[in-house]
Every structure is written in C-alpha cells, then in structure tokens.
C-alpha cells in the first residue's frame, strides 16, 4: 500500500466508512481503521514464504535474509555509502561554500531558464544545480503571507527567500509547497537542486507560481541557472521493507487476532517494471491473508493504477490488467482511477475522489459477490463476421455511453491500427474494420492501452471504463 497515496484517502474513508454508527459494528464491537502502509513496496513483500514458494518467487539469498547480523550488515554498508554520497554533495558544491543563496551574489552573467520548458541535457544530470530569481510583486500584497509552489522536482532541494532557508524535501515525490510569513516589495529566491540521477530537473509541467490567497503570480520564466557541481549516479537505498515476506510478517501477521470490515488496497506502482505474474500472485494474496484473518468472504477493495507518463520503462497497461485478475475471486471490487491521476506525477494528489470510489465499492460489493467494478468492464470480444468485432460489457446495472471519433486498437502481428469506425448498441460496442484488414490468430483489441490514456467510456455515474486488451474470439 502506496504510503503517499494512503494518507488521503485514510482521512476520507475514516468517518465515513469504518467511523459509522458511533464508531461501533452491528454486534457492538469497536471498530476503527488500521494503516499498514509503506510507500514503494512490491507485492511479494506483502506475501508470506508459503505463498511465494508456490510461485518460486523466492530469491536465492531469501534465507540470508532470515540472518540478523547479515541484515545489519547490509543495511550498515548501506548507510555507510548513503551517508558518504550525501557528504560528497555538500564538499563539492561550489555555490554552498560561496553563498549563492545570498540575495547580493552577483549571477548577472548566469544563463537563464524557464521552469516550463524541457532543459537541455547539460542541466539534467547528476550533480548541483543552483536557480535564481529576483521577484517584485504589487503593492497590495505587502505583508502578506505567500506559499511558493513549485511541483516536484528531481531530486532533492532546498529553497531560500532572501538567503533565508524556508524549505527543503529530500526525494522527489512531493510537492513543493513552502510558505513565505510576511512578503516585502521585493526578494530574491534561490533554489539549491540535488539531482541524483538523471534525468533530473523541475518537473516543467507543474504550475510555479506565487499564491497569495486566491491570486497567482506565475514563477516560470526569467530565472538565472548554474551549476555548482557534478557527481556519480547514486545507487538507490536499501530499504528492508522490499524484501520478499518481510511487509507481511512484519505488518500483517501481527494482526491476525483483529476482525475487519474490509481491506483497501492500492499498491502496483512498483511493480509495473516486471507485471508478468502479477494477477496470480495478487490472488493469492486476497485468500492468503483471509485465510490469516479468518474471514473466508472478508470484502477486499483495491484500486486499479491510474494514468501517469513518469515511469517510462514501466509498464502500467499491463499491470492495470493484471490487477483485474482479482475479480476472479468472490466479494472483491475494483476502483477505476484513470483521470484521477497526473500524467506528470507518480502520487497524483486527487485522493478525494479515490475514497468516494472506495465508498462506492463497499456498498455494492455485497451485491455484486462475484466480483464488483465501480465502471464498466469488458468481457469479450468476439469476431461476428469477417471485419465486425462485438466487444461485451458487465456495467453492474449501470448504463454507458462511448465517445465518438476515438481511437479503439486492433494489435497483430506485432502492429497496432487504429479503428474508428464504431458505435454503441446497449451494452456492446459494435467495431467495424477497414475491409482490407484481415484479423490474424494473435488479433486482440485494446483499449486505453498505454501508461497515461484519454477515457472515452464513461457510466451514467461519470467512473471511466477500465482499460483493456482482449482475444478476439
């Protein structure tokens, strides 16, 4: 379970959902809600030894990993090599030791940059880098607070008013939003940015603006740049939470006493580099821990990845996929969360509308015990005639409608075509291909089928269709 992702849609779900009928269940039994989230872990951390010896998923070194000195070890090396790495950053920073963040420096002959526009690659490896920018605002919000936001950025930063240090975050994740108590005519801003591998930089599509209350002064342009220092690529920490079995008998094992309402669930992202064998194990988890906890019909909510285009090498289309083999198992249900996402974001910050779906899910997931999604859900796509292709919707009573004029994927042979020649009868939809097109053994139909997609099926509730890729039969 995605940490950052959690916390929102925790504080949203709590009073509604487990913190109904005076924080007690039907038979008078204190209930509330239990987090174990750890942010970046795969599935096979959540799953025991048991499990993952049926799926021969277990690494080589799994019983090392059972040794506590050994672990120590490693983790000391690691520290060691973490800590030395950061060290080297500081020494070899030209623009710390010469107080670049002072607002008197003289930067007049430094390049200047945009924080909108894509940088050239001499900015975007690892190293040091330094920005600039000298700001004159309105009379009228002298002496008024201000919160500079900045988006994310790549990949750690420490951000200076007037040579003042108001903020820093050390991983690339989050936001950048820091506040300013009292602004005066004019200031200087100075943004020091550790890129520790690349490429790095300020994510351009981001706003960066000055907010004072409602009002928006844009930052993206005449900045001053230079760089202070370059470095190595920085190996990535060790963290002992994405081994095999260690999330599971650390977090959950624990609570094996307790008795639950439900399990959400939305986690993935780390595994969209390798998707291969996700569902299976994914199922396997389901029943693992309702064996562990006792509860054979325990409702298990989860939601499916949503879009986002920062992960270029992952493969979030398949995993999506993947993620719908826990369907296959009685008294689960599926969040659909493409367009609650930010394409230039991993931690989207829409966790709103994801508990009001999680809530949605809840209430139907009895009434649909063979498997709820909150959206329409193909199940089939079936060759009628020679260049006709029927795809089959579950809506679990809900109606749909398809956008015109969109790109649906016929994929063969290793070749995608587009088809748009479509329509809409009921719960079908009716492709019709271009007659010099002739469907091989291998023709499958995709929808949405990539890392950020564009919805065009919606139900009448507004909740986008889950994306698919489906065998033509």
Known sequence: MEKSNWRRIKEFVRDRLFFAKEKFSEDGVPIGLIATAAGGTPLNAWLSEESLTKFNSLPPSYNALKNKEYLKEIQNLDKFYQDNYQKLCEE????????????????RNWPEISLSETWNEKYTFPGTLWLRKRLQIPDRFIGKEGELRFGTMTDADVIYVNGKKIGNTDYKYPPRNYKISKLTKSFTIAIRLKIYNAPGGITHSKPHILLVGENRLDLNHGWKIRRSSTLPERHKAYFINYEPTGLYNGMIVPLQKLKFAAILWYQGESDAGSPQNYGPRFRELIESWRKLFKQPYLPFLYVQLPNCDTEKEADWARLREEQKEGLKISRTAMVVTIGDGEDDDLHPLNKKDVAHKLLNAYHNVKLFPNGYCIAPLAKEAIQAK?????????????????EKNKDFELFQGRHSYKVRDYRQVEEQIILELPATLSLQPDAKVRYNWSNAPQVFIWNEEGYPASPFELNIQ
């Open 386 to 402: 020679k260049n006709v292709i029927i795809l089959s919707f579950e809506t679990f009573g809900k109606k749909f409608n398809v």
């Open 92 to 107: 070899t920073d030209e623009g710390l030791h010469q107080s670049w963040q002072d607002p008197n420096f003289d930067d």
